[in-house]
């Protein structure tokens, strides 16, 4: 065939356009090599450092003191749980009334404004929030309090439950509202049991990611929650969390309890990564697409 | 499918995907009140007015936030006014409140995690959307989706016990005797300080860079792919010209979005930045962050004073996160509007 | 100058899916092939087997050979990449680069190609648009307007002016002007008029008339199979196969 090409491109040009191409491809595997390779080298230090700490003592009894060995982290598991129930009270009603707001009836500037405020407050850095709590709650209370941590936790959490939730509504097709709102279904009803019920696994995903998402959160917890080296169970008071635990004894001087904070992070990312990997889970199995 | 009634009280509004409609509410037959709202209606109100408060609530929990700030900051904004930025001495003991030096060390750790996060994001969004074969680009977004749920106190943790020695023993002397010339690496290689903090940071604002870019990259059209390889371009080329050149205001938000991540980023960095409140060319000394100060000093503040100073600090890094997120989300918003994708972070 | 097309038994898949069964057709050297069919024959996944972009595709797969001027486009010793800029090709909706200048999406082929030299660049850009009868309405506003801000038909022959760039011995064209109004078809086949001259050019169209007015040759598909090809005077006035005459005749499609 009249190779016309050789008007076009030299050889050098060909094989210069080739080899740009396969180093691109190198380059980019590489990079993805190179990303990963922290992933896998955190976990498996994690699983190196952290294992030979983590036994049921370690998960039963609370901090020893300072010198001696043995000695575990139940108070901060405990609390870090106490901590995150109060604020999922506080950030999933909030955060899933403020998407259903969105949703069904904030088509209009307030709306706008709202889902503009959401997405500053998801921006504020965790230590931010945290001053503000303690400003707002603690300062006035006199003492930290787990509930403080919560509700720092709390108003993190919201942004994410409210996107979330507003889209999921979003997807489920109007058609099922009407259908409802058609048998006499009172609007607020449909809203709830209909609407709601069938976006749910897509904001109960969300929910989690979220929730996985603050329970690793320290900052917050820094002048709030403030930490605790025995057990607390009232809301009221100083409380233990296993992100504060894990940061107060990775800065100690002491090799004990650098262990321990290798089975706290242990514990912290099994239960984060436990999350993260149920969430894919129902994902896959196609339950999150509201109506089909 | 009942009549529509436009009932007073209950007056036709927008909701998703539905044209201008009267909100239907009773079915035909049953008994209207003419005055006056049914239980029914009030029911309905009163969701939609608790729905108002859930929604209303958010933009009060931001208040709250910006004024107990403002608050907090007033005695030291009333003391120092501006001059708090530009001075260089942070002595609470003597009294001396200059915040230039966390700025620095924000910054630079910011903008030097930037510099070696953004390239391996690319590649990493390159690979998987572009090259990547399809049973592994699961995985590979699994492992990404893992790497951003890490918490940073983790990330912190591993840096002081692995990442620290590995830079001190290795790294940095390395790099103090290959590329000393340049003055960044002088002084003693302690592995705490600068250079730590930013790898650090880099590795923690890989994943979101990474998952807004592909974001982007996917939303490019298939058209505009195929224009390039119709023309005779090679994969890559198709690459460089449809796909990252179309969704290049994308990518500049997804950097911009990771910018601000790195700079309200708090407890890996104070674990490993030596927190000093110096400002030092070298990027092996030590610094100190206008977050990683608030994390260290806010419980020992003693003296009003010195407590309005971290607030004032506080209020700073609110200020910056917002407008650098905000001016994100714009860029992102721009390129992805009119897809299905989301066009959020997470 | 145009060289011609010989499919031979060509077949093609979307992973299970089969789209081609075994065509056989020619295209001959400057001319116009037309190829008419209802939706989903096959004639948008045929044409794309000629520049293998079929292969872009998940999951495709082409048995059979083609041959353009001779060589199997096949075989082992073509390269993708240089045969698609011998083998050009418009597409259905225009998709000029939008981030590029007017100058930049014609020179676009060509930069890919290694030419640098400012004043061949712009040489090329000026002979291409004007073959594609775009020049006059360009000239001015080259580098300032973006190739997204004409008008769709001036899209689709700033589109036209790319693939000529790079001077292909082949175009193809899917419905190139379905998305267009009338005017603008016009145009748009005027061109063809005028390109058939200097390239072989093969363009599917559902427009039965627009076969009619533009190509010598016409192919009819009918669910993945060629049913007729000839010459496109006798398809329209005197079919040999009935499927042929129904659906010229409005029968169906």
């Known amino acids: 065939m009249p190779n016309s090409a050789s008007a076009y491109g030299s050889d050098y040009v060909r094989w210069r356009r080739r080899l740009t191409d396969h180093a691109a491809t190198a380059a ?265 | 499918m009942s009549p529509h009634l436009v009932v007073p009280g209950n007056p036709a509004r927008p909701g998703p995907r539905r044209e201008e409609t009267a909100a239907p509410s009773r079915p035909r037959g049953a008994p209207t009140k003419p005055r006056g709202l049914s239980a029914g209606q009030l029911a309905d109100r009163l969701f939609r007015y608790a729905m108002l408060a859930c929604g209303l609530s958010v933009i009060a929990i931001v208040v709250l936030i910006v004024f107990e700030l403002f608050q907090g900051s007033r005695l030291a904004i009333n003391e120092f006014g501006l001059k708090f930025f530009i001075g260089t001495d942070w002595d609470p003991v003597s009294g001396e409140f200059g915040a230039l030096p966390f700025l620095y060390g924000t910054v630079v750790s910011s903008l030097l995690a930037l510099v070696l996060a953004v390239p391996l994001a690319l590649g990493v969004a390159v690979f998987v959307t572009e090259i990547c074969p399809r049973p592994l680009r699961a995985a590979v977004s699994f492992a990404s989706e893992l790497l951003a749920a890490i918490p940073s106190v983790i990330y912190g943790l591993w840096a002081i016990f692995v990442l620290v020695p590995l830079l001190r023993q290795d790294v940095e002397p390395w790099l103090q005797s290959h590329l000393g010339w340049s003055g960044l690496f002088e002084g003693p290689p302690y592995g705490i300080g600068m250079l730590a903090a930013g790898v650090i940071l880099a590795i923690m604002i890989v994943p979101i860079i990474s998952s807004i870019t592909r974001e982007v990259m996917v939303a490019v059209p298939r058209q505009q792919r195929e224009a390039a390889l119709a023309l005779g371009a090679t994969r890559w080329e198709m690459i460089r010209m449809s796909v990252l050149r179309n969704a290049r205001a994308g990518i500049v938000g997804a950097i911009i979005l990771g910018l601000g991540r790195a700079l309200g980023e708090t407890m890996a960095v104070t674990m490993v930045i030596g927190n000093r409140p110096e400002i030092a060319k070298s990027l092996l000394a030590p610094g100190y962050t206008l977050a990683s100060v608030i994390a260290n000093e806010f419980s020992e503040a003693t003296g009003d004073l010195y407590l309005s100073a971290l607030f004032e600090i506080g209020l700073a890094l609110f200020l910056v996160t917002i407008v650098v997120n905000a001016l994100a989300r714009l860029l992102v918003w721009s390129v992805t509007r009119g897809t299905p994708a989301r066009a959020h972070a997470q | 100058m145009g060289v011609g097309i010989e499919v031979g038994q060509l077949s093609a898949w979307f992973g299970r899916t089969q789209a081609l069964f075994g065509v056989s057709l020619n295209a001959a050297a400057n001319h116009a092939t037309a190829i008419i069919g209802p939706s989903g024959c096959g004639k948008s996944t045929f044409i794309r087997c000629l520049n293998r972009m079929h292969e872009t595709n998940l999951e495709a797969r082409v048995e059979g050979q083609v041959r353009i001027g001779g060589q199997e486009i096949y075989g082992s010793g073509t390269n993708p990449v240089e045969l698609r800029r011998r083998v050009g090709m418009v597409f259905q909706k225009a998709n000029p680069f939008p981030t590029m200048s007017i100058y930049d999406n014609v020179a676009a082929g060509l930069k890919l190609n290694g030419v640098r030299n400012r004043r061949r660049l712009d040489e090329v850009v000026e002979r291409s648009l004007r073959s594609a009868a775009l020049w006059d309405e360009v000239k001015d506003s080259l580098k300032k307007k973006s190739g997204a801000s004409l008008s769709g038909g001036q899209q689709q022959r700033l589109c036209i002016a790319r693939a000529l760039a790079v001077e292909p011995e082949v175009l193809l064209m899917d419905e190139p002007a379905s998305a267009l109004d009338p005017i603008a078809t016009a145009k748009i086949e005027d061109l063809i008029f005028e390109l058939k001259q200097r390239y072989t050019v093969v363009i599917v169209t559902h427009n039965m008339q627009q076969a009619a007015r533009v190509a010598e040759f016409t192919a009819f598909f009918l669910m993945g199979r060629l049913i007729e090809f000839d010459q496109t005077q006798k398809i329209f006035t005197n079919p040999s196969d009935k499927q042929t005459e129904d659906y010229i005749t409005g029968r169906f499609g």
């Open chain 1, 28 to 292: 980019a595997a590489l990079t993805t090599i190179l990303v990963l390779a922290p992933l896998l080298a955190i976990f498996g230090y994690l699983i190196y450092r952290g294992a030979g700490t983590l036994s049921w003592a370690f998960l039963t009894r609370t901090p020893a003191p300072v010198g001696e060995v043995g000695g575990g982290m139940a108070n901060a598991i405990v609390g870090s749980g106490t901590i995150l129930a109060i604020a999922c009270a506080l950030g999933v009603p909030l955060g899933v009334g403020s998407g259903i707001y969105l949703a069904e009836y904030g088509r209009n500037r307030l709306g706008n404004l709202i889902r503009f405020t959401a997405d500053v407050l998801n921006g504020v850095p965790s230590i931010v929030v945290g001053i503000a709590v303690y400003a707002l709650i603690v300062l006035r209370q006199k003492h930290f309090s787990a509930f403080s941590g919560g509700v720092a936790l709390g108003i993190m959490l919201i942004p994410t439950v409210t996107r979330a939730t507003e889209e999921m509504l979003l997807m489920v097709p109007h058609s099922i509202r009407e259908a409802a709102l058609g048998l006499g279904v009172p609007e607020w009803r449909t809203t709830l049991s209909i609407t709601l019920r069938t976006a749910l696994p897509g904001v109960i995903t969300a929910v989690m990611l979220g929730f996985g998402r603050i329970a690793g959160e320290t900052a917050p917890l820094l002048f709030t929650a403030f930490g605790n080296q025995f057990w607390n169970l009232r809301p009221d008071q100083p409380t233990a969390a296993l992100p504060l635990q894990i940061f107060a004894y990775a800065i100690s001087p002491y090799d004990e309890w650098h262990r321990q904070a290798w089975a706290g992070a242990l514990v912290l990312i099994l239960l984060i990564v436990g999350t993260v990997a149920a969430v894919r889970l129902i994902a896959a199995r196609g339950t999150v697409k509201g109506a089909a």
